[in-house]
């Protein structure tokens, strides 16, 4: 659901990270915000909960090229990671453009894994959306940990559409912009399209 700024000519897209609590959604959009150009991005806002942060910032990727004569900016969006936090993730969720869920590749976190991406169907239908049909790219992210469980496996549970999907490991940033870039090209199509 982007939105066009006629005066600045640009349409702004919203790209949410979602995931189960501490499986880098954070550390993703601090990787991206700290290796973006500081007079191409806003300031980074960050809602501070007892456990976790919901960040926010909005950065325009000048090398994305524009869509009849309107430049793109996407704004990030991560979600708290809690399912306590229900009522906050519906609400990031309302006008999303693009979807990242992030996975934590850690075997004994898969069943959070798969209960977060439940949760995020659900909440995708209380808006009106249906995950299958948005621009939307898995991450797996924590591979450089040694209770990794294989891409296959984590294939298998986490990516039925066979949508994008990369590896990643979000401290040092690998996977990071591969990801990003992926879920934002993924948007540019549905908006040229006229989606």
Do not use: W
């Given at each position: 659901?982007?939105?066009?700024?006629?005066?600045?000519?640009?349409?702004?897209?919203?790209?949410?990270?979602?995931?189960?609590?501490?499986?880098?959604?954070?550390?993703?959009?601090?990787?991206?915000?700290?290796?973006?150009?500081?007079?191409?991005?806003?300031?980074?806002?960050?809602?501070?909960?007892?456990?976790?942060?919901?960040?926010?910032?909005?950065?325009?990727?000048?090398?994305?090229?524009?869509?009849?004569g309107f430049k793109t900016r996407f704004h990030l969006y991560t979600v708290p990671g809690q399912v306590f936090y229900d009522a906050s993730r519906k609400l990031i969720l309302k006008?999303?453009?693009?979807?990242?869920?992030?996975?934590?590749?850690?075997?004994?976190?898969?069943?959070?894994?798969?209960?977060?991406?439940?949760?995020?169907?659900?909440?995708?239908?209380?808006?009106?959306?249906?995950?299958?049909?948005?621009?939307?790219?898995?991450?797996?992210?924590?591979?450089?940990?040694?209770?990794a469980a294989t891409v296959e496996e984590l294939r298998r549970l986490l990516n039925e559409g066979s949508v994008p999907d990369f590896e990643a490991v979000a401290t040092t940033g690998?996977?990071?912009?591969?990801?990003?870039?992926?879920?934002?090209?993924?948007?540019?199509?549905?908006?040229?399209?006229?989606?």
């Amino acid at each position: 659901m982007s939105f066009i700024n006629y005066s600045s000519r640009e349409i702004n897209c919203k790209i949410v990270y979602y995931g189960p609590g501490l499986c880098g959604k954070t550390t993703n959009l601090q990787y991206v915000y700290a290796k973006t150009n500081p007079g191409a991005r806003g300031k980074m806002i960050s809602l501070a909960t007892e456990t976790e942060r919901t960040l926010f910032f909005d950065f325009l990727p000048l090398s994305l090229g524009e869509i009849r004569g309107f430049k793109t900016r996407f704004h990030l969006y991560t979600v708290p990671g809690q399912v306590f936090y229900d009522a906050s993730r519906k609400l990031i969720l309302k006008g999303v453009d693009g979807v990242v869920f992030v996975a934590d590749s850690q075997i004994e976190r898969m069943e959070a894994n798969l209960e977060s991406l439940d949760n995020l169907r659900l909440n995708l239908t209380e808006h009106g959306y249906e995950l299958d049909k948005l621009p939307y790219v898995v991450q797996y992210n924590k591979r450089d940990l040694p209770n990794a469980a294989t891409v296959e496996e984590l294939r298998r549970l986490l990516n039925e559409g066979s949508v994008p999907d990369f590896e990643a490991v979000a401290t040092t940033g690998d996977g990071v912009f591969d990801t990003l870039k992926s879920v934002a090209k993924l948007v540019l199509r549905e908006l040229k399209r006229g989606g």
